[in-house]
């Protein structure tokens, strides 16, 4: 959703507010996409502050299902974003990229909510998602999941610098 920004810019003190639905059905991160299973309409507020200042404004709830980290079954995670951000309109569009830390989500009078969004997401994602504390995660042998039942396989991990020892031993059981 694009918004032009010339009317607000046009007078000192100006503001406005809108709500907008949010259209994305997916989010991407690192080239993964991610389902919305819930949104709310982003309510955005835009003030001209004076001298070609913006204050941006945007509070929106939604949720997006996320793979656990373990055992890779979808978990509903909740976002609750509320930012602001300010933006001056006076420098070029390549200062105000740089400044934007390269999130460029204003080209020329053009505010892109889709693109504002996403920035904030970007900062609030989980590094780890779990669906629960203690899950057991996916046999790394058969691919189970163990937090339904346990499995009979060898899950020993053997310490690398052991594997010398481990021919030697390999050896001696064929005599």
Request: aromatic share 6%.
């Amino acid at each position: 959703m694009q918004i032009h920004l010339s009317e607000i810019l046009s007078r000192e003190g100006k503001s406005i507010e809108k709500e907008i639905e949010f259209q994305q059905e997916s989010f991407e991160v690192s080239g993964q996409a991610y389902k919305i299973v819930k949104r709310e309409p982003v309510k955005l507020t835009i003030s001209n502050q004076g001298n070609q200042e913006l204050l941006i404004s945007a509070k929106m709830d939604l949720a997006v299902a996320i793979p656990c980290s373990r055992c890779l079954k979808d978990v509903i995670t909740e976002f609750c974003l509320d930012f602001s951000r300010e933006v001056d309109m006076k420098l070029s569009q390549e200062e105000r990229a740089e400044q934007m830390d390269e999130n460029n989500y204003i080209a020329g009078y053009e505010l892109d909510v889709d693109a504002l969004i996403a920035d904030e997401m970007v900062l609030q994602w989980p590094m780890k998602v779990l669906c629960k504390e203690d899950c057991k995660g996916i046999c790394t042998v058969c691919g189970n999941d163990l937090n339904k039942q346990e499995c009979e396989c060898d899950r020993t991990v053997l310490d690398p610098r052991m594997a010398a020892f481990l021919d030697i031993f390999e050896q001696f059981k064929e005599v």
